[in-house]
């Protein structure tokens, strides 16, 4: 099986900053997309950000230069820096994953179980 694992939430002033942390673990071949997506209560989830195994990165028009993804694959772990937070980005985070099983070479996509951030004075 594969797990994702969500680290790094909490409550933050406005303006401040919080790092985010995906890890990766179990029978896995190879991590392809990522991303990390977001829900607060009574809207949709949303994509906040995505990189590719290559490193490509796409951004949500809200959290263009403030937010920065980043992976390691050596470590099967992504971060998402999150700076200048206002109470808008308030909302459950989710990690996100592609994986390639071992073994089997089944294709899914994982979700982690959601980390709480909430920015307020």
């Known amino acids: 099986q594969v797990q994702l694992v969500e680290s790094g939430g909490g409550l933050v002033q406005p303006g401040g900053s919080l790092r985010l942390s995906c890890a990766a673990s179990?029978?896995?071949?190879?991590?392809?997309?990522m991303g990390w997506y977001r829900q607060a209560p009574g809207n949709q989830r949303e994509l906040v950000a995505a990189?590719?195994?290559?490193?490509?990165?796409n951004y949500a028009d809200s959290v263009k230069g403030r937010f920065t993804i980043s992976r390691d694959n050596a470590k099967n772990t992504m971060d998402l820096q999150m700076n200048s937070l206002t109470p808008e980005d308030t909302a459950v985070y989710y990690c996100?994953?592609?994986?390639?099983?071992?073994?089997?070479?089944?294709?899914?996509?994982?979700w982690g179980q959601g980390t709480q951030v909430t920015v307020s004075s």
């Open positions: 179990g029978n896995i071949f190879r991590i392809n997309d």
């Open positions: 990189i590719t195994k290559g490193g490509s990165t």
């Open positions: 996100n994953a592609d994986i390639t099983q071992s073994w089997t070479l089944i294709r899914n996509t994982y």
